[in-house]
C-alpha cells in the first residue's frame, strides 16, 4: 500500500510538473508581448527612427487584387484593427476606402495589392511616396504551402509592421516576439526569445499587433 501511494505521489508530480512547464510556455509569449523593460527595445540598427512628418494622417485602403482567401471588407477591418492597436502611441489616425489609389492627398498613405511594388516580400512600405504595398502572390503562396494555416494572422501581422514603419519605427525590433521584428539577418545571427523550443512551435511567433516594445518605442521617437 505504501509503495503503491509513494508511486501514485511519483505520478502526480510528475504531472504537475509536466503541467506547469506547458501552461509557463503557453504564457511566455502572451508575457513578452505584454511587458518590455527599457533594455529589451532593441533593434537591428537598419535604420534611424524618427518622428512621424504626416499631420493628420490617414491610411487609404484600395479595394481590388486582395487574394480569394481575403475579402476587401476583411482587410478594411484589419487595417481598422491595426491603426487602433498602435494608438495608444498618441499619433491621430484615421482609416477609409477608396477604390482610385492615383488620387491621394499629402496626408494619406495608400494601401495596394502590388506583387510588382512588393519586389517579393509579403508587405513593402514606400514612406517617401506613402504607400503601404501587399502582394498577392506572397498570400497565395503561402495559402498553397500551407493550406491549413489561417493566413489571416500573417495578414494582420504584416499590416502592423508597416502601418509602425510610418510611425516612425525605421528600424527592425530584435525581439522576435515584436510586430516590427525580423527573425534572422544575413549574417545568421538570430532575434532574441525567452525560450528556443517555444519559438519553433509557431509558424508565426511575432505578435499580430504591436507589442509593448513597439509602442514603448513608437511614443519614444513621437514625443
Ligand atoms: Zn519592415
Same mark, same amino acid.
Given at each position: 500500500m505504501q509503495k503503491f501511494l509513494i508511486k501514485l505521489s511519483i505520478f502526480f508530480l510528475t504531472f504537475h510538473i509536466a503541467f506547469k512547464c506547458f501552461s509557463e510556455n503557453l504564457n511566455l509569449r502572451e508575457k513578452e508581448i505584454n511587458a518590455c523593460s527599457v533594455e529589451e527595445v532593441i533593434t537591428w540598427n537598419d535604420g534611424v527612427d524618427k518622428k512621424?512628418?504626416? !499631420?493628420n494622417l490617414t491610411f487609404v485602403y484600395v479595394p481590388g487584387?486582395? !487574394?480569394?482567401?481575403?475579402s476587401s471588407q476583411e482587410v478594411t477591418d484589419m487595417v481598422k484593427r491595426a491603426v487602433n492597436a498602435w494608438s495608444t502611441c498618441g499619433i491621430s489616425t484615421q482609416v477609409s476606402v477608396r477604390a482610385d489609389p492615383n488620387y491621394s492627398s499629402n496626408n494619406e498613405v495608400m494601401i495596394i495589392w502590388n506583387d510588382a511594388k512588393s519586389m517579393g516580400n509579403i508587405g513593402a512600405s514606400d514612406t517617401v511616396h506613402q504607400r503601404l504595398y501587399l502582394s498577392p502572390s506572397v498570400f497565395k503562396l503561402l495559402k498553397e504551402r +500551407? !493550406?491549413?494555416?489561417?493566413s489571416r494572422y500573417t495578414l494582420q501581422m504584416t499590416l502592423s509592421h508597416e502601418i509602425g514603419h510610418f510611425y516612425g519605427l525605421v528600424a527592425h525590433s $530584435? +525581439?522576435?516576439? /515584436?510586430?516590427?521584428?525580423?527573425? $534572422? /539577418?544575413a549574417s545568421g545571427a538570430e532575434c532574441t526569445v525567452g525560450s528556443k523550443e517555444e519559438f519553433k512551435r509557431?509558424?508565426?511567433? +511575432?505578435?499580430?499587433f504591436p507589442t509593448a516594445c513597439d509602442l514603448q518605442r513608437c511614443r519614444r521617437n513621437n514625443q
Open positions: 512621424t512628418n504626416i !499631420p487584387n486582395e !487574394p480569394s482567401a481575403f +500551407r !493550406p491549413t494555416y489561417d $530584435k +525581439r522576435c516576439v /515584436d510586430v516590427l521584428s525580423y527573425y $534572422k /539577418d509557431y509558424i508565426e511567433y +511575432r505578435s499580430e
